[in-house]
């Protein structure tokens, strides 16, 4: 059972920037952040592979960066130029086995940290 504590959420003005981190138990083959706002469905945001390959969903694009420092068994979502819109409950996750930004495809869940965005 793969455990996971995220970390670094915050209330910030529009524009602004946070780091979130979410630290695993154990390596594991991907890694994802999804998001939940008040009245709509998770959605995923970024993931990262073991090798470095990453997926972003297109709206943070440009915006978001995620990372993973395999030694600390840590993921990074670097979020730049936040905008109201990214306001939410932000989760990690690890996968059954396959990586994509669909949640279906992920069985292990932290607790979430909260990002607020005001304009």
């Known amino acids: 059972q793969v455990k996971l504590v995220e970390s670094g959420g915050a209330s910030v003005q529009a524009g602004g920037s946070l780091r979130l981190s979410c630290v695993a138990s154990e390596r594991t083959l991907c890694l994802g952040w999804f998001r939940q706002a008040p009245g709509k469905e998770r959605e995923g945001v970024a993931a990262a592979y073991s090798d470095d390959n990453t997926l972003y969903k297109d709206s943070v694009k440009g915006r978001f960066t995620v990372s993973r420092d395999k030694a600390k068994n840590t993921l990074y979502l670097h979020m730049n130029n936040l905008k109201p819109e990214d306001t939410a409950l932000y989760y990690c996750?690890?996968?059954?086995?396959?990586?994509?930004?669909?949640?279906?495809?992920?069985?292990?869940w932290g607790q979430g940290t909260q990002v607020t965005v005001s304009s």
């Open positions: 996750a690890a996968p059954i086995s396959y990586c994509s930004l669909e949640s279906e495809h992920y069985n292990h």
